[in-house]
Structure formats: C-alpha cells, structure tokens
C-alpha cells in the first residue's frame, strides 16, 4: 500500500513554466525528491523541453507533456506515438471527437495516459458563438465529458469548480486534473476562479496543477511539501 504521503505527492504537477531548460533544470533540482510529477507546456517544450522530458521520465519523475494536440486524425495520432516514446505520464488533447479517437487508438498499449481539455477556461459564451458555436460552456463542456468518456480517453483537465459536477458524468476511473489552485495566503495572479489544494481533492480533483505558487515561491521545496501534506490531509477526509 502506498504511504499518505507518497500517495499525496504523486498527485501534485509541477507546471515547469519556465523559459529555459537551465532555469527548469535548477527549479528541479532545488524541489529534489518533494515533487515527483511535471507538466512541460507550450513555453518549456519549445525551447527545448522534450528532451528534458525524457531525460525526466528516464529519471523516475513522472511527466505530463501540456501540448493540447488537435489536427487531422493521422497528425494527431503520429504525435501521440511520439509523446507515448517519450515515455510521458499524461498528454492533453482538445476535445474533438475525431481528434479524441485518432489520439486513442494510436496509444493503444503505451502506459501514456490521454486527457482532454473540454472548453478552454479562458473561453466564455461569447467567445464560443464568436467562434461559431451553438452551445454556450457548460453544455459543450458536459456534452464533451460525455464523448470523451464514450471513446476511452483516461481523463479531464477541468477548474476546481467543475471537479464535483464533472465527476457524475464521467467513468470512476478517468482521472480529473485541476489547474487554478493557490494555497490560502498565496497570490491568485491572471487565475480568476482558484481553489485551495484541500477544497479542491474535496471536490473530486485526483491531480493539482500548481505553477507560480511553487515557482515563485521564495522556499520552493517547503511551498511544495507544504501542498503535498495538505492534499494527504484532504485525502485522508475524503476517504
Ligand atoms: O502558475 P499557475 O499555478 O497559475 O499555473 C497553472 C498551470 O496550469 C499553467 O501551466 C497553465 O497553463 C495551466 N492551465 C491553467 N488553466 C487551464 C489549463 C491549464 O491554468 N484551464
């Protein structure tokens, strides 16, 4: 079985949102063994955060590579045996059904696990009518929790907020991963809806996804171990 603790520490991602793989490779080394999971997104992987990954994977850290993939079905699929050779934890894709199926089916047995980002938190109704949609956000975020659910993707990235309402729609084992936490007393920054680690594994989120509140911490690994005993604490009461 595993410890609370070790439990608590594997479901906090590190967003590596950093610009340098100089500046990551030093943010890692000063969180040491307190972090055991990082997301690498946009900004890292394009300037040289894929071989950072495996280097990563390779090393015993889990990897979660935050490219939001969506394109025709066979360039989304080659990507995904790419990411899955990497030897990545966790992908995300945009929650298209074709994109959806191509991304599954060329996973096929890779321990690489598929999220899928429902409607951008950044997107708002008018911005999804602007952009040609009928549906407002949360029907098009329940309508593609179901598909997504439907074609055997392993999990959400969703707001804290969404955690408890999403958790009804989707299979017991798809995993919800959160962004938009911020430890009490820590600065919310351009998030709008945040959410504490506690409330937020209360609310039904397996994973947290914390960036500037490890990153800009002055002590990072007590930032990062203070996280993980809170998300043991709320693991404990959640039962
Ligand atoms: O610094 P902060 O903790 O706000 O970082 C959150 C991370 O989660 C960033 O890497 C951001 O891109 C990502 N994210 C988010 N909101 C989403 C999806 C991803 O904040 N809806």
């Given at each position: 079985m595993t410890a609370p603790l070790d439990d608590a520490r594997g479901r906090l991602i590190v967003a590596l949102d950093l610009s340098s793989v100089r500046d990551a490779e030093a943010m890692i080394e000063r969180l040491g063994d307190s972090v055991s999971f990082y997301k690498i997104g946009y900004q890292l992987a394009f300037a040289g955060g894929l071989p950072l990954a495996r280097a990563l994977a390779g090393a015993g850290k889990r990897v979660f590579v935050d490219l939001k993939l969506h394109d025709i079905g066979n360039t989304v699929a080659r990507g995904v045996e790419s990411v899955a050779e990497l030897g990545a934890t966790f992908l995300t894709v945009h929650a298209y059904p074709q994109t959806m199926r191509a991304a599954v089916e060329a996973r096929a047995n890779a321990a690489l696990k598929l999220l899928a980002v429902t409607v951008l938190t950044s997107y708002d109704d008018a911005d999804l009518a602007a952009a040609?949609?009928?549906?407002?956000v949360s029907a098009l975020v329940t309508q593609r929790a179901r598909q997504a659910r439907e074609i055997g993707i392993d999990g959400l990235v969703c707001s804290a907020e969404e955690a408890a309402g999403l958790r009804s729609l989707i299979a017991p084992s798809m995993a919800l991963v959160t962004p938009g936490i911020r430890p009490a007393g820590t600065q919310a920054g351009d998030q709008k809806r945040v959410m504490t680690p506690a409330r937020a594994i209360a609310a039904g989120a397996d994973y947290l996804v914390v960036g500037r509140p490890i990153l800009e911490a002055a002590a990072p690994r007590s930032a990062a171990d203070a996280i993980v005993a809170e998300i043991a604490a709320a693991l404990t009461a959640r039962g």
């Open positions: 040609g949609y009928a549906l407002g």
